[in-house]
């Protein structure tokens, strides 16, 4: 897809070891492992220790909550993290005592937690944190007021300093258990897509084509959808991220479907273009042979050492030479891992220099109002010589009549 009344304190278990995720292998219809390997959750706490530094400050409030489950498995909808030299402080109400302590040992995450209201959690902060540090806030995720909160009531004598990036840089690179989980992810999407194919052939609405997708996904073993299923028949698929609507999908025209699935909180990103027959628009037919030269390009262009900004280059010279520079209207690609949209950025002005272990999606399109429009995407894991990819749904064009589900 194109960006409780009461303070306690415990302390988890610290194994340190990583922990795996038992998965039933019914619910992941045919992947073949059983469980996923373990992500190493207690290791990145030593990874971010050195980022601190070069932040210019002592200690790290983690506000963001995506991040806050990277560094912890926590998985609350409202809790803060405070990362100093003596190691993690999570902060949380009462709702998710219990849920807390279960996941950071789940985790293997040696946390201390303050569990309950919005003076508990500032004193627990405070109290860890002391007077002369200077404690980083993640400026993404602050708001103005709580800053001012922050400055005025909640840290007095203790300096904070704006930082950027500071955990997400460590999510890019990614373990071999996160990546277990982006492939099983991928996998989910990629059955339920061969599922419901057919369906299209039978005149159904946009609507109807994505909510079949979603449950199909949810049969499979997703918690749920990565983002709002995108179908888009005929001329709106002009619009990359057109929201399906009742209109019956009809014969030879081009349909545009961005969908991903989420397992074990990590998700997955594919685009497949389809059309009931063949394309009634000899224009219509050439996007889709410009389109899949341009984005296998793309992928083949994947390796570590290669700049994002390169990947981009070469999608984006395919579609060029054809005559639709102009039509390509958004970047080619983005990472991908517990959020969908995440760096390294795959565009025209990315110059991150890709690594083994990062994993991006290469999703190039053209957009002709009137027309319709053609995207394909893969999601694809980052190597030392070139790429191995994780979406492997069929990229043929044609649905026919009675094609039976795969």
């Known amino acids: 897809m194109t960006t409780a009344a009461t303070t306690t304190t ?28 373990p992500m190493d959750v207690a290791g990145r706490l030593e990874r971010l220790g050195p980022r601190l530094a070069e932040a210019g400050c002592d200690a790290l409030l983690v506000t963001n909550l995506t991040n806050v489950r990277y560094l912890t498995g926590f998985t609350g909808s409202a809790g803060m993290v405070l990362v100093t030299g003596d190691g993690l402080l999570l902060v949380t109400d009462g709702r998710y005592g219990d849920q807390s302590a279960a996941q950071t040992e789940a985790a293997g995450v040696a946390a201390r937690r303050a569990i309950g209201g919005r003076d508990d959690q500032r004193r627990a902060l405070v109290e860890a944190l002391g007077r002369g540090a200077r404690l980083g806030l993640e400026a993404e995720s602050v708001t103005w007021a709580q800053q001012r909160a922050m400055a005025g009531e909640w840290f007095e004598g203790v300096e904070l300093v704006a930082t950027s990036g500071v955990v997400e840089a ?21 059955e339920a897509f061969a599922a419901i194919r057919p369906l299209l052939a039978q005149g159904p609405t946009e609507r109807q084509v994505a909510l079949t997708l979603d449950v199909e996904m949810s049969r499979r073993g997703a918690s749920g959808p990565s983002f709002d299923t995108i179908v888009a028949g005929g001329p709106h698929g002009a619009m990359p991220h057109h929201r399906p609507s009742d209109r019956p999908i009809g014969a030879g ?31 219509a037919a ?11 390009a793309g992928v083949a262009a994947v390796r570590a050492g290669a700049t994002a900004g390169e990947v981009d280059a070469t999608c984006r010279g395919v579609i060029a030479e054809a005559g639709w520079a102009d039509a390509f209207v958004h970047s080619t690609g983005h990472g991908v891992g517990l959020e969908i949209h995440e760096r390294p950025w795959v565009g025209a002005e990315a110059t991150a220099t890709l690594e083994a272990g990062h994993v991006v999606t290469v999703e190039p399109g053209v957009y002709l109002t009137g027309v319709g429009g053609v995207r394909i995407e893969d999601t694809v894991v980052v190597t030392p010589g070139g790429c191995r990819v994780l979406t492997n749904a069929g990229k043929d064009l044609t649905v026919t009549p009675g094609e039976a589900p795969a």
Do not use: H, N, W
């Not at 194994?15 to 292998?25: E, F, L, Y």
């Not at 460590?170 to 277990?180: A, M, N, S």
């Not at 969908?259 to 990590?266: K, N, P, R």
């Open 286 to 296: 050439r996007m889709v042979e410009v389109v899949a030269a341009s984005q296998a």
């Open 253 to 283: 025209e081009l349909v545009v479907m961005d969908f991903g699935a989420v397992v074990d909180g990590y998700c997955s990103d594919m685009t497949r273009t389809l059309c009931v027959g063949e394309p009634a628009d000899a224009t």
């Open 170 to 190: 460590l999510r890019e690179v990614k373990d071999p258990g996160e990546i277990d989980r982006l492939a099983a992810a991928a996998r989910v999407a990629d």
């Open 10 to 37: 415990a302390t988890g278990t610290g194994t340190g070891r990583p922990t795996g995720t038992a998965v039933d292998p019914a619910a992941l219809g045919s992947l073949e492992a059983p469980t996923l390997r």
